[in-house]
């Protein structure tokens, strides 16, 4: 018995290490609005739209989308958070050399006016895009650079170019001194014809998962390096869940050909996110509650046959005088040495164990005091309760009756 109630203790512990762990991931501040947030993908690509044709089909579909009742804002994005995409390219920055150990290249996402109200990232210093950003005419990048990234050499002539870095890389490369202003390119040497201007600096933003660090990111004009598909971001004032059939009959009204790869909200983009912490939670959960369960039925029978086999001892006990709480005590010390044993096993493995499951743990450490001493509280409750039950019938026993039992 001392051996399962320190199995179930170290099962308890275990639980409550996931658990607590799964609610740190969950309170994470993620840097943007999770509520009321679609995000909804569409492939023209595969129906044969391509280059300017491509992009007018995006920007009249989020025009159209933007004009429904319930919508706040929409706009389009390379890359969403949370997605599980990710583009990064080289990049030269103008007064910076990188260091043997640093990686020459950062990520990057394309994305349109009003993106950043619409995910409910905040702008903290400079502007956001506007439309006047974009080159008036956009290529399509697998024709113009089949072979490599969806770069340079795809970039029309336009306007001029600019760019909007998120909080990390701003205090990374610029820590005493404004970001605003700055340039760099997309290139691994620096050439002022070909250089971006920094003109806003937003916040940092969990895209590769809600574990990660913050890493440097460069926004982009939308269109800025041409033509490919792009995700629909709506801000709804309702449950956007409302607004899905809207949408998807705003895609057939523009091209019934055109298929609707994915609606999600950004409330499910997260809970996949935690998928593999809310599985090992709720696992290590059924696991604990199963081993409590066995180890207070285990205690509950042992009490139970100690009470039958000691009939006679407590009635000549209560023929002496013993009161009732005196037997009740009695029974109970039993159960309490094997309580405290496996308890003090169970808390000696679990020091030595839990270090095996930090990867998993987020927020705090595998020796959190707290769901030690939660763990260990829960299970005195449960199994002294279990244990009160035979022993409260023990205190019960007739002495005249005892006294004749065989």
Request: glycine share 6%; with cysteine.
């Amino acid at each position: 018995m001392a051996f399962q109630v320190a199995l179930s203790l170290l099962l308890l512990i275990g639980t409550g290490l996931f658990v607590k762990s799964l609610i740190n991931l969950r309170d994470i501040a993620p840097g943007f609005r999770t509520t009321r947030l679609l995000m909804v993908r569409v492939s023209p690509g595969s129906s044969g739209y391509k280059g300017q044709r491509l992009r007018d089909f995006y920007d009249r579909l989020q025009q159209q989308v933007q004009n429904l009742p319930g919508v706040q804002v929409a706009s389009l994005a390379a890359i969403t958070p949370l997605a599980g995409s990710r583009w990064n390219d080289d990049v030269a920055i103008e007064g910076y050399k990188w260091k043997p150990s640093e990686k020459p290249y950062l990520d990057l996402n394309a994305v349109g006016p009003r993106y950043f109200e619409a995910v409910g990232i905040p702008i903290l210093v400079g502007r956001d895009f506007t439309d006047r950003d974009n080159p008036a005419v956009t290529p399509d990048v697998r024709e113009e650079q089949p072979e490599s990234k969806a770069t340079r050499a795809a970039e029309p002539k336009g306007p001029p170019r600019v760019a909007i870095i998120n909080q990390t890389m701003a205090r990374r490369f610029w820590p005493r001194e404004g970001a605003i202003g700055k340039r760099f390119t997309l290139s691994d040497t620096f050439k002022l014809e070909d250089a971006y201007e920094v003109v806003g600096v937003v916040a940092d933003t969990p895209y590769f998962g809600l574990r990660e660090a913050s890493e440097s990111m460069i926004y982009i004009p939308v269109w800025r390096l041409g033509a490919d598909e792009r995700t629909l971001c709506v801000r709804t004032a309702r449950d956007p869940r409302r607004t899905i059939e809207v949408i998807r009959q705003k895609v057939r009204e523009q091209d019934s050909g055109v298929p609707m790869i994915e609606v999600r909200t950004m409330q499910q983009q997260m809970d996949d996110d935690l998928l593999q912490e809310r599985l090992v939670a709720i696992l290590s959960s059924c696991f604990g509650a199963l081993a409590l369960l066995l180890a207070s039925i285990g205690l509950y029978g042992v009490i139970a046959y100690a009470v039958t086999r000691r009939t006679r001892e407590i009635g000549i006990r209560m023929a002496l005088g013993a009161q009732r709480s005196q037997i009740v005590r009695l029974m109970l010390r039993d159960a309490l040495v094997m309580l405290s044993t496996g308890a003090l096993v169970g808390v000696s493995a679990a020091l030595a164990l839990t270090r095996l499951a930090s990867a998993f743990l987020y927020g705090m450490t595998p020796r959190d005091p707290a769901t030690f001493v939660l763990a260990t509280s829960v299970l005195f409750v449960v199994t002294v309760f279990a244990s009160y039950i035979p022993a409260r019938r023990a205190s019960n026993v007739d002495p005249m009756v005892a006294l004749r039992y065989e």
